[in-house]
């Protein structure tokens, strides 16, 4: 019994901690829902010659790409969501072409689980595999999905160009051991979303080369890049937290009953056609130009880990890097498919999907 009843000093703060009521507001990593943007494509760009008019980018209520999204669940939908990085966003990529709406309109048309099927895109240009942890926990789980895509890899070796690992602790030192200030900072500033945008945000114009502008501006990427020497020595790199994460994704899936697809990473860094070496921009790193076959060797490795990890928990895994051919036909870039590559990935894995389940 309370005798004296004290008013809740955060009742006002808990009324408007979620916005919408589905989603969470102090997630960083998502749209503002019901927003709508006009992107256009420079001239020239690989794949793009049919885009004469501005594309349109959509979000829905709940701030993914894809058709309104209904809360409680239809009985008659079956809903998948798609995670990763700017491969899935396709930000300049208009929303009748996304790879996303593609696989959609694929599974329809062969009344895939007798059900309607609404494919979200959940992707986020920049998000790496820790981001994929967040948006699936935070963001989808309570969305209640029958299924989930994760295109990941891509980012995770980009960022292990700039640290080895900042989440890696060296369980050969005393645990007594005292723990620097410096270490606990770096840890901090990685994992936790805001400082890490706030350092990005902050970067200077020479380093800052991942900015999204409504009028793409690979050209201006691509000149900083190639102006800048080939350094052949990487960084050392740790794939542990790649791959750990990889496992909480599954067992976040498998504790929620909802099927999970890998989808490896596609990258051009290997590529013989000059046309598409001409667009690369990724390859530079912290202010360095690295290698673009030896970068290739580090997709190569992470693309292996999502393979072996997946093998041994049976979760599928539609091999994109073997299935969409390196070509200007499909890629624009490093590793973003123009519209062609968006129609060819929808297509494919609508197909490997559709497999599966026979």
């Known amino acids: 019994m309370q005798f004296f009843p004290v008013p809740d000093p955060y009742e006002n703060a808990k009324k408007n901690m979620f916005y919408p009521p589905i989603g969470n507001m102090y997630i960083e990593s998502q749209f503002d829902p019901n927003t709508k943007f006009k992107f256009a494509t420079e001239e020239g760009l690989l794949g793009f010659d049919a885009y004469k008019e501005k594309t349109n980018f959509t979000v829905n209520n709940v701030g993914f790409r894809g058709d309104e999204l209904k809360m409680p669940k239809p009985d008659t939908e079956y809903r998948i969501f798609a995670i990763g990085g700017s491969s899935t966003e396709s930000l300049y990529v208009d929303d009748t072409d996304v790879w996303t709406q593609v696989l959609q309109e694929n599974l329809n048309r062969d009344n895939y689980q007798n059900k309607t099927v609404k494919v979200y895109n959940a992707g986020k240009s920049g998000d790496n595999i820790q981001d994929h942890v967040a948006m699936l926990s935070h963001r989808i789980i309570h969305l209640q999905p029958d299924e989930v895509i994760v295109f990941c890899g891509i980012n995770d070796v980009t960022r292990l160009m700039l640290d080895d690992n900042p989440l890696k602790f060296n369980v050969t030192e005393k645990v007594d051991e005292e723990v620097s200030f410096g270490k606990m900072l770096g840890v901090f500033l990685y994992e936790f979303q805001i400082p890490r945008r ?68 596609v990258v051009t860094w290997d590529t013989e056609e000059e046309a598409l070496q001409n667009w690369h921009w990724m390859t530079s790193r912290g202010g360095i130009r690295y290698n673009a076959k030896m970068l290739q060797q580090k997709v190569d490795s992470i693309n292996d ?27 624009y870039d490093d590793c973003h498919f123009n519209p062609a590559g968006n129609k060819k990935m929808g297509d494919e894995l609508a197909t490997f999907i559709k497999t599966l389940n026979q």
């Not at 393979?307 to 200007?328: G, H, R, W, Y």
């Open 198 to 265: 706030l350092y990005y945000a902050f970067k200077s114009e020479e380093d800052a080369l991942e900015t999204i502008e409504i009028q793409s501006n690979y050209k201006k990427k691509v000149k900083k890049t190639q102006a800048r020497p080939v350094e052949n020595q990487l960084p050392t790199t740790d794939y542990g937290n790649y791959a750990n994460k990889l496992k909480t994704l599954i067992g976040i899936c498998q504790a929620n009953d909802i099927k999970l697809i890998f989808a490896t990473q």
């Open 305 to 331: 880990i999502t393979v072996n990890e997946s093998a041994k928990l049976s979760i599928p895994v539609f091999k994109t890097d073997s299935i969409i051919p390196k070509t200007s036909a499909y890629l």
